[in-house]
């Protein structure tokens, strides 16, 4: 009776310290431990790195919820291949997540259908698998967000929750024309995170044409300068996915092509 007195107390006492692994591994580890003739340290430290990589194992799972990612945009459903050699050459290091330590911004270029969504999501999954905090949200959503905490007095605030991710990945800038209201506060984020925290971007227009996003040249000029004194640029070229997608979807395969009208099994085998 003693012995189970003296194992609830403990773990009582692991479960206020939250220690949610020593609570399940403890008993299980300490029987190794016998049987292995582990010294008491060792068998401390098996304990306490089991803690550790699941407790980061649910602080990782925790960013990735948060992140609003798509999971199926990953490095593995990613073809590689098409990529301009350049840019494949660039990727392992950008996983790595330098850029964000230094609060350099991603910027991805391409016409519609080049990848460049897929691409930065992949990169934003193997982000988070290192530890850094990452929000994925369509630009016309973020902007929508901002202008709503503006009229509700609150666009303070969440600035500040929005500055709390290491990297925002704003999709599709300039997918969508915007007012000045829309404008404003867009160059308002932008110009917030400006060497504190990354931005990553896709879009499909070229920064000359920038002005269709923020309506007058001088605040252009400045949006594009903040955003590309420490940035790092992909330029996608190549065919489209989609494109390829549909064509290769509607192109007849070859058993189509090789079969006749009213010909039997037999005959086109």
Request: glycine letters at 6%; aromatic letters at 6%; hydrophobic letters at 40%.
């Amino acid at each position: 009776m003693s012995t189970t007195v003296a194992t609830d107390s403990l773990v009582l006492r692991l479960r206020a310290l939250k220690l949610p692994s020593f609570v399940s591994h403890h008993a299980e580890l300490a029987s190794r431990a016998e049987r292995e003739g582990w010294s008491f340290g060792q068998f401390l430290k098996e304990l306490v790195e089991l803690e550790l990589n699941e407790r980061k194992a649910r602080r990782i799972e925790r960013l990735r919820k948060r992140s609003d990612l798509d999971p199926d945009k990953t490095l593995a459903t990613l073809d590689l291949s098409r990529l301009p050699v350049k840019v494949r050459r660039q990727v392992p290091t950008l996983c790595e997540g330098g850029f964000v330590e230094r609060a350099e911004n991603l910027l991805a270029f391409g016409l519609p259908g080049r990848g460049k969504s897929h691409l930065l999501t992949a990169i934003g999954h193997e982000l988070v698998q290192r530890g850094y905090s990452v929000l994925f949200v369509p630009t016309f959503k973020l902007v929508q967000r901002l202008l709503q905490a503006k009229r509700d007095l609150t666009l303070e605030a969440t600035m500040r929750r929005l500055d709390r991710f290491d990297a925002v990945l704003l999709d599709d800038i300039g997918y969508t024309q915007q007012d000045r209201g829309e404008m404003e506060v867009l160059f308002n984020f932008l110009a917030e995170r400006y060497e504190r925290r990354s931005v990553m971007i896709t879009s499909n227009l070229v920064f000359s044409q920038w002005d269709q996003i923020f309506k007058d040249a001088m605040t252009t000029a400045a949006a594009i300068d903040r955003l590309v004194h420490h940035a790092i640029i992909l330029e996608l070229t190549g065919r489209s996915y989609r494109g390829d997608a549909a064509e290769e979807r509607n192109r007849p395969s070859k058993s189509r092509r090789n079969k006749k009208p009213g010909a039997s099994p037999q005959t086109q085998a």
